[in-house]
């Protein structure tokens, strides 16, 4: 499986403090689902003629702009149910707190995701993935925690893996069982989490369905020393940890999950000084969860300067959940990170590439144009990277490439092109 792009223009991202680039005029050779050689244009013959005519397809990009495959890199895309009841309920006044407190919220998409089948699961997930893979993205990080049992748990994450066999996607899975406490534990969060440490996490495990495990770490969620022993289990098991902090409160959670080693954290609109020292310190990325923000109207902005102060990598993602975030656009989230975050769009960029790779852990492989990384590629219909950022709802992915196969060909020019080959 070989395949070579040519009059290529790279958007080269990589994590040094420069501007992006834009190169035109470059090839991509790619073998074995890798990046093997990158070069301008008029070094192809003597560099790449021998193997040019080897190529099984060749892709003329025409100079259109090449991006790292975009990635999601927190979403709760696998459930069943919808809340729109709830979003009319908070638009009369009354908090997402309030919702959950009175067993709504995420309880209420806890019992649809219960009486579903695994095949259902996976075939509304199919549907809200045709949005994101719409949009150039090729990775998508789906948590579970709609399930709260053991059973029910697996069944989501055996769902979000069974979406790379039904779409070209590759997708890495969270455990997410410390969401909320389930009703057959309310009142006693203590052992819901002696359960989830002791039961959950190794048969999640065994089953190696799990790559990361999170926790909402909140007033309405779980406290510090219950978030402690769940990443103290992860970390037994070898997982990455990453957490839903400082959300709605300021518990101090961003810092724990740093200091014991996380990806990410995320949401992060109450971090303070203390939590974004403790990121920068320990390699942590910020993950900003604008539709969340948006979609519940928060005013409490996440401390953009001081992450930027102390060179924290950012990264943007849907957060895309029944509950706080029903948006299925990275771009838009994008848009969102600028408009509202004042991120620039090259931070979104960075957000959504190299900075979201960091954030599941897939730095070394992925998010970035480089000889030896994953052959995952977005090529654009447009002109300037900063349009990604800009424009909303406007189809502009002219191709992916997932893994060094060409798929979900959007436009039917290349179609012909292709056809002809
Ligand atoms: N924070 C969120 O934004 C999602 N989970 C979380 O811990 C929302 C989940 C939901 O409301 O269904
Ligand atoms: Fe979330």
């Known amino acids: 499986m070989s395949l070579l792009l040519t009059n290529a223009a790279i958007v080269s991202?990589?994590?040094?403090?420069?501007?992006?680039?834009?190169?035109?005029?470059?090839?991509?050779?790619?073998?074995?689902?890798?990046?093997?050689?990158?070069?301008?244009?008029?070094?192809?013959?003597?560099?790449q003629k021998q193997s040019a005519e080897n190529h099984k397809q060749i892709i003329d990009c025409q100079n259109r702009l090449i991006t790292p495959g975009?990635?999601?890199?927190?979403?709760?895309?696998?459930?069943?149910?919808?809340?729109?009841?709830?979003?009319?309920?908070?638009?009369?006044?009354?908090?997402?707190?309030?919702?959950?407190?009175?067993?709504?919220?995420?309880?209420?998409?806890?019992?649809?995701?219960?009486i579903a089948?695994?095949?259902?699961?996976?075939?509304?997930?199919?549907?809200?993935?045709?949005?994101?893979?719409?949009?150039?993205?090729?990775?998508?990080?789906?948590?579970?925690?709609?399930?709260l049992t053991l059973e029910d748990e697996l069944k989501m994450l055996c769902?979000?893996?069974?979406?790379?066999?039904?779409?070209?996607?590759?997708?890495?899975?969270?455990?997410?069982?410390?969401?909320?406490?389930?009703?057959?534990?309310?009142?006693?969060?203590d052992s819901y989490i002696r359960y989830v440490c002791d039961e959950i996490i190794p048969a999640a495990v065994d089953a190696k369905l799990v790559d990361a495990v999170d926790v909402f770490c909140?007033?309405?969620?779980?406290?510090?020393?219950?978030?402690?022993?769940?990443?103290e289990a992860a970390l037994t098991h070898g997982l990455n940890i990453k957490g839903h902090t400082e959300q709605l409160s300021n518990l101090g959670g961003s810092e724990l999950a740093a200091t014991m080693g996380a990806t990410s954290v995320d949401h992060i609109e109450y971090l303070d000084e203390q939590g974004v020292k403790a990121l920068a310190k320990h390699g942590t990325v910020a993950t900003l969860l604008p539709g969340a923000f948006y979609f519940l109207r928060e005013t409490q902005y996440p401390p953009i300067e001081l992450l930027r102060q102390y060179k924290v990598p950012m990264a943007i993602a849907t957060d895309f959940n029944p509950g706080t975030s029903p948006i299925a656009s990275l771009t838009m989230m994008m848009n969102m990170g600028c408009t509202l975050f004042r991120l620039t769009p090259e931070e979104a960029l960075r957000g959504v590439t190299c900075n979201a790779a960091t954030a599941l852990g897939l730095q070394d492989s992925r998010g970035q144009i480089r000889v030896g990384y994953d052959a995952d590629l977005a090529i654009w219909n447009i002109e300037h990277p900063s349009q990604l950022a800009y424009e909303?709802?406007?189809?502009?992915?002219?191709a992916r490439i997932v893994g060094g196969n060409l798929c979900k060909v959007l436009c039917k020019e290349l179609c012909k092109e292709l056809s002809n080959d």
């Not at 459930?79 to 959950?100: H, S």
């Open 13 to 47: 991202m990589d994590q040094s403090d420069a501007d992006y680039e834009v190169q035109p005029n470059y090839f991509i050779a790619i073998e074995h689902g890798k990046i093997t050689q990158i070069g301008a244009m008029q070094d192809i013959s003597s560099m």
């Open 70 to 114: 975009l990635i999601d890199s927190h979403t709760h895309l696998v459930f069943a149910g919808n809340r729109a009841k709830e979003f009319e309920q908070r638009l009369t006044g009354v908090p997402y707190e309030t919702i959950a407190k009175q067993g709504g919220g995420i309880l209420s998409t806890v019992n649809a995701t219960r």
């Open 117 to 147: 089948t695994e095949q259902q699961l996976v075939e509304l997930a199919l549907k809200r993935l045709s949005a994101l893979t719409a949009d150039g993205v090729t990775t998508i990080e789906i948590k579970s925690g709609y399930g």
């Open 159 to 189: 769902a979000a893996k069974q979406l790379e066999q039904h779409a070209n996607i590759k997708v890495s899975t969270t455990l997410l069982a410390a969401h909320a406490v389930p009703p057959e534990y309310k009142g006693d969060a």
């Open 218 to 231: 909140e007033g309405i969620g779980f406290n510090l020393a219950q978030t402690k022993a769940v990443f």
């Open 392 to 398: 909303v709802g406007i189809p502009r992915l002219y």
